[in-house]
């Protein structure tokens, strides 16, 4: 159950659209969506409001405290968009979230850029799974809240709770909404998270949306490639790289293992040094594995510089993948990529251990005096991130021999 | 251990042992034979899971192979049965809302969910589930066999057999140990099992390997500062990595992901260690950790390292101990024709590709399926001439008469086809083979042709290979002669053919039907050589089975097409005697 961020522009469509169908409610949201390729007289016949309203302009890029950052620009009638929000009663918080029980609801009566600052006055009531969202329930929150404004807010934090809970949503965030001028709320700024794993169910009600990447991250085109093969596999399937000049490049099996070899690498100081992040796991066959260690040492091998490289081929003892088969493919890619391998001076590490394991190393050493490249290979027997140390040493040996060479 | 003690009514935190050597469990959507020691066993099938916990009541563990689909529905019904206290869950990718749900029932009728995405759970010598420490292999070398002292817990399902492997280098290995899967709200938390472990006498110290992400070390923290664990717990949060990325990064697990400063492997680490956990410094140092406080424990008496009697023996697996080169095995079958093993099948050495790119017919694949040899293109087209020359003989002869017999009786193709084909013998086109046998003879003895017919009228056999039903003399086989003449002109050497018309010139003395029939011609377009290698195993009758069988199959489907009712013989074509 992975979460994933959804844009602002996500969030406010599926609200509008399934309160309008869970709870009735008929909510003014209008937004319109605009992309590098967005052609912008299509987009005006479709929203005709563009050139009739006063426009809020921000970039949806999911992170929050975009006002703070001076990034929300009004487009038309800056005056009048200021005015609008300035006579609006109050500003409202909004936070729906999962939680191991069920759902925790915030809500508070001092919402917008300064909340933390007024966390004091943000009130939370947990509802359990399965719960009914009565106006008992919700009572705890809207207690301060003028009583005329209460059967309305109540209601919208019902249906609000019901889109969240129909559509898998793991987290919807308003901060702030506000009401409009019939009584409706409004959100001014929203964030939602979507639990991606209940896509078969929902990706329906979900619309045409995508899950964008975290700010400020950009996939290369092997990690393009690898993020199709893992939608397109019952297996896992994940490449990151981190620093493209690394020297330290991991290939490990298994979603703790690989977490725990860059942790290692990060313990033994090499941390800068570490080229990316990656781990196959789930049984991926020999075809599977084959083209991801072909994408995987394309980046661990591109423009040699002259110094020694390490690639660390890790992972546990497996409950039930079949080593030998799953190096199977990675043995294939290395022969494939030897020049590169030899150009790029890197030595491989390997440990491994499971169903199968001796065929599998046993292979990986003949490839070794086969294809004439460096690789040292452990099993069970030692310890999991011992080659981690090894791999670091081997590059500060070789630089030194380079350095002495050079004198 | 009959007298183990079972999850008892109430929270995790007055739950015990989960598993024992008695536990009978029921799977979900998962079916194999399995070895039990030496035996093979099938377990039995059932069409519910209601059903199955009817027939098996003593079974309370349910492990669910469901996929994230179908994981949550079927959980649901187990988890309502009475019997079934534990379930583990298998998938990986079961929505958050559904996992959270069956946390809700299962809590209320105090039962213990693993998982999703959990590789299971093993009980030392007593149970695992499904691939939980992988193979045998792994059980020995982990002491799995016995239980040890030490109550693991583990989010990730493979390292948690690497520290089976750990815990049995540094401690005396593991009483049980569980792996609760990556999520972020796993059916049970690392806390609920160490909870358990405090209540297991068995267990004297517990191991909890975690994960960067959620909050469930926590719930640990909060039970080892309030005094609910009292033993040595050794805790290692992993993904201490994160804070070296510039950006956000989905590890592999789907809860392994950097979320608040508190969700941080080293904010979990800081706590835990505050409320008393031994955290080691790194992963690395983590077996060193379990070896000391393991000492600890044993200089203070307070543990007794189990004994390491010498394990039950099992049987190795004939596939593990062979890829291993422990065992060899004599194969039952030799095959020296073709093999489909590598990229592309081949026949007798050459591949697919080969043959397409050469244009091959089938009388290439004919010489390297039966003769094994790229045969020359004098001899290809030989092969094709008498397959096309002998694929029919019109609706009248025997085998083609009772493929229509058959066909009009309503029987598919291949049984109309195979009537027909069984009817091929020593008097219905079955006499090539027989002709090569007495033409190699006579020549071998270097008999006259004149004195090898008489020598054959004196053994009482006609001379397989010459005389014809209505072809004579004058009015000769228009088969034979096309394939002599080919044979004159191409083949290199026609020696037995000219035996064969030296032996015809001599029978058509005898009588003008005694002409050289195509059975006779084809032997005469072998070598010595050929015939003597090939005429004891039948490849010539199996060039005429070859091509009689395409005009068989177009008699069945001749009279298919046609919609012949069922045949019957008249009375009056049959004399009736005594």
């Known amino acids: ?255 703790g293992a690989s977490v725990i070899y860059a942790d290692t690498v990060g313990d033994l100081g090499a941390a800068d040094e570490l080229g990316n992040y990656a781990e196959y796991s789930g049984g991926p066959n020999a075809a599977e594995t084959h083209a991801y260690a072909l994408r995987l040492l394309d980046c661990t091998t591109a423009g040699p510089d002259g110094r020694a490289r390490a690639l660390i081929v890790g992972g546990g003892i497996a ?10 493919g990675i043995i294939q890619a290395i022969r494939e990529r030897a020049d590169a391998v030899k150009a790029a001076r890197l030595k491989l590490f390997v440990r491994r251990g499971g169903p199968n394991y001796r065929a599998g190393l046993d292979a990986m050493r003949a490839l070794g005096s086969e294809i004439g490249i460096d690789i040292e290979v452990y099993g069970p027997e030692a310890s999991m991130t011992g080659i981690c140390k090894l791999a670091i040493d081997h590059l500060k040996d070789s630089d030194a021999r380079d350095a002495k060479a050079a004198q | 251990m009959p007298t183990s003690p079972r999850p008892s009514a109430g929270r995790y935190g007055q739950a015990g042992q989960l598993f024992t050597k008695q536990t009978q469990a029921i799977f979900y959507n998962w079916f194999q034979k399995v070895f039990f020691g030496a035996e093979e066993v099938a377990i039995p099938q059932y069409g519910s899971t209601a059903e199955a916990a009817k027939a098996h009541p003593k079974a309370d563990v349910f492990i669910n192979m469901a996929s994230f689909r179908s994981a949550y529905e079927s959980t649901l019904e187990a988890l309502q049965l009475p019997t079934i206290r534990t379930v583990a869950v298998i998938a990986e990718g079961v929505p958050e809302r559904d996992t959270k749900h069956l946390i809700a029932v299962a809590r209320r009728g105090n039962k213990v969910v693993l998982g999703p995405a959990t590789v299971g759970g093993v009980q030392a010598g007593a149970f695992k589930i499904a691939d939980a420490a992988g193979t045998l292999d792994n059980i020995l070398a982990c002491r799995l066999y016995r239980p040890g002292c030490v109550g693991f817990v583990s989010k990730s399902g493979g390292m948690s057999n690497e520290l089976y492997n750990v815990i049995a280098r540094a401690a005396d290995g593991v009483y049980e140990g569980v792996a609760i899967g990556g999520d972020a709200f796993p059916g049970s938390t690392l806390s609920d099992h160490c909870l358990r472990y405090q209540n297991i006498p068995g267990v004297a110290m517990i191991v909890v390997l975690g994960e960067i992400g959620g909050r469930d070390e926590y719930s640990l923290v909060e039970a080892l500062a309030s005094g609910a664990i009292t033993k040595p717990v050794v805790a290692w949060v992993s993904g201490t990595c994160a804070t070296l990325f510039a950006t956000e990064v989905q590890f592999g697990h789907a809860g392994a992901k950097s979320g608040g400063d508190d969700e941080s492997a080293q904010a979990k680490n800081a706590a835990l260690a505050a409320a008393g956990a031994v955290v080691p410094a790194s992963f690395e140092d983590l077996e060193a950790t379990i070896a000391r406080v393991y000492r600890g424990l044993v200089d203070a008496g307070r543990v007794t390292p189990a004994r390491d009697d010498p394990p039950p023996a099992v049987p190795e697996d004939l596939a593990a101990a062979k890829r291993a080169g ?21 026949y007798n050495g050459v591949s697919m590709s080969e043959l397409m790119q050469g244009d091959a017919t089938v009388a290439d694949a004919i010489g390297l399926l039966w003769f094994k040899r790229r045969l020359p293109g004098y001899a290809t087209k030989f092969i094709e001439m008498c397959v096309v020359l002998c694929a029919d003989h019109g609706p009248c002869v025997s085998g083609a008469h009772n493929t229509i017999v058959t066909a ?26 027989g002709a090569a046998q007495y033409f190699k003879e006579a020549v071998d003895e270097g008999w006259e042709p004149d004195e090898f017919v008489e020598k054959m009228k004196k053994r009482g056999i006609r001379v397989p290979g010459i005389g014809h039903r209505i072809k004579s003399k004058d009015n000769r086989d228009k088969r034979v002669e096309l394939l002599q003449r080919y044979a004159r002109t191409h083949f290199p050497s026609t020696r037995y053919l000219d035996y064969a018309v030296e032996v015809e010139g001599y029978t058509l003395q005898k009588a003008a039907n005694l002409v050289l029939n195509v059975d006779g011609c084809i032997v005469g377009m072998f070598t010595k050589v050929e015939i003597d290698s090939i005429v004891k195993i039948g490849y010539l009758n199996g060039l005429f089975v070859l091509a009689r069988t395409i005009g068989l199959i177009g008699h069945c489907l001749d009279q298919k097409r046609l919609g012949q009712p069922l045949y019957r013989h008249p009375w009056d074509d049959v004399l009736y005697t005594k």
């Not at chain 1, 406010?12 to 009735?24: C, E, F, M, Q, S």
């Not at chain 1, 809240?145 to 109540?154: N, V």
Request: aromatic letters at 8%; charged letters at 25%.
């Open chain 1, 1 to 255: 159950m992975a979460r994933k961020k959804i844009r602002e522009y996500n969030s406010k469509t599926l609200l509008k659209v399934h309160a309008a169908r869970l709870g009735g409610l008929d909510l003014p949201i209008r937004v319109a969506q605009v992309k590098a390729d967005t052609d912008f007289g299509a987009l005006v016949t479709a929203h005709p409001w563009l050139s009739t309203t006063p426009l809020v302009v921000k970039p949806d890029c999911l992170f929050g405290k975009r006002g703070k950052h001076d990034l929300v620009g009004l487009k038309l009638d800056l005056a009048g968009a200021e005015d609008f929000i300035a006579q609006r009663m109050g500003k409202y918080y909004l936070c729906i979230q999962s939680t191991r029980a069920g759902t925790d609801l915030s809500f508070s009566e001092a919402g917008g850029v300064e909340i933390e600052e007024h966390w004091d006055q943000v009130r939370s009531v947990s509802l359990a799974v399965g719960e009914a969202v009565t106006g008992e329930a919700l009572a705890p929150l809207l207690a301060t809240l003028p009583l005329e404004l209460r059967p309305g807010m109540e209601a919208f934090l019902a249906t609000a709770h019901a889109v969240f809970t129909d559509l898998d949503f793991t987290l919807m965030e308003m901060n702030p909404f506000t009401l409009g001028p019939d009584g409706a709320p409004f959100p001014l700024d929203m964030r939602g998270e979507l639990d991606d794993t209940a896509a078969f169910r929902s990706a329906k009600k979900w619309g045409d949306l995508e899950f964008p990447l975290p700010f400020g991250r950009r996939l290369g085109p092997a990690e393009a490639a690898v993020a199709r093969m893992d939608e397109g596999t019952g297996a896992s399937l994940k490449l990151s790289v981190l620093n493209p000049r690394g020297r330290v490049w991991t290939m490990v099996a298994g979603g």
């Open chain 1, 319 to 328: 409950n039930f993948t079949d080593v030998a088969a799953t190096f199977k």
């Open chain 2, 326 to 346: 422990r065992v060899r095995v004599p194969t039952h079958v030799v095959s020296s024709i073709c093999d489909d093993r590598g990229e592309e099948p081949t």
């Open chain 2, 408 to 433: 009009r009786a309503g029987k598919d193709l291949i049984s109309s086809l195979v009537s027909g084909l069984l009817t091929i013998g020593p008097r219905f086109g079955g006499a090539i083979d």
